[in-house]
């Protein structure tokens, strides 16, 4: 059986719709039947990076392929990039600034915490050029 | 404890919600939603004086129940309806995060069990 293919344009000046595709997400792979650990964890993990997309780099794409075995998220900006992903990934560390923690984000717990609630996770970025996310959740 | 007895412990308003009978066991309290979808596991409650549209969408992201606005902030009528369109309740109490707390956990709700 072929994946089920959904395609978002993640809007980059509009905080207040942050979240957006992953609400949308969530709500079809619960009508597809996946399980609610499954589901849970493509929404924490796809929010996080729709909020990151938001927050450092305007905005950028969201494509989602569900299929049978696994949901992968593509999540992919035209961003700063990030200059040292082994620091991002740290626990805490954080480039927000303090308008984004005014808004309750910015701890530093967003790529951990994508990494925590994926099966896998690749991150391809580039300073100046940008960053994608290929997130990979099973079934 | 219900929804129904922590609004009434908290002396809460309900923005939204009909059906306040809904089971919850734990509860959270926290400004920084970076730190709920880090953290939080399968509280259903979630306190908070952080006002803004993704308050909700964190507590539906995390399938939680209910959200409690502390301090008796004003709540903009467009975070209400996308609670509402997410079947998440809403409720507003006059006490502050550390009291409310409290007052919840005096009342036998309790918080994650153990440590991270």
Not at chain 2, 85 to 113: H, N, P, Q, W
Request: charged share 25%; with cysteine; hydrophobic share 40%.
């Amino acid at each position: 059986m072929s994946a089920l293919t959904f395609r978002y344009e993640v809007p980059g000046d509009d905080f207040t719709r942050a979240g957006e595709a992953s609400s949308d997400v969530k709500r079809k792979l619960k009508q597809l039947g996946y399980s609610p650990e499954a589901v849970r964890k493509v929404a924490i993990a796809m929010y996080e990076g729709e909020i990151n997309m938001v927050i450092h780099a305007g905005g950028g794409e969201a494509v989602v392929e569900m299929d049978p075995e696994e949901i992968r998220v593509t999540l992919r900006d035209q961003g700063p990039g990030i200059p040292d992903v082994e620091k991002a990934m740290q626990k805490g560390w954080s480039t927000a600034p303090d308008t984004v923690r005014n808004l309750g984000f910015g701890a530093g717990m967003g790529l951990p915490n994508i990494k925590k609630y994926t099966d896998e996770l690749r991150i391809e970025t580039e300073v100046g050029v940008g960053t994608t996310l290929y997130m990979k959740v099973f079934a | 404890m219900t929804v129904k007895e922590a609004a009434q412990i908290l002396e809460a308003e309900v923005l939204v919600g009909e059906n306040l009978d809904v089971e919850i066991k734990t509860a959270c309290g926290s400004d920084m939603m970076s730190d709920v979808l880090a953290f939080v596991k399968d509280q259903a409650l979630l306190l908070t004086g952080l006002c803004n549209p993704q308050v909700i969408r964190t507590a539906e992201m995390m399938d939680m129940r209910c959200v409690v606005f502390v301090r008796g902030k004003e709540v903009d009528p467009e975070i209400l309806e996308l609670a509402r369109s997410r079947d998440i309740i809403v409720l507003k109490t006059k006490y502050r995060m550390f009291t409310a707390c409290g007052l919840l956990y005096s009342g036998g709700l309790r918080g994650e069990s153990g440590s991270l």
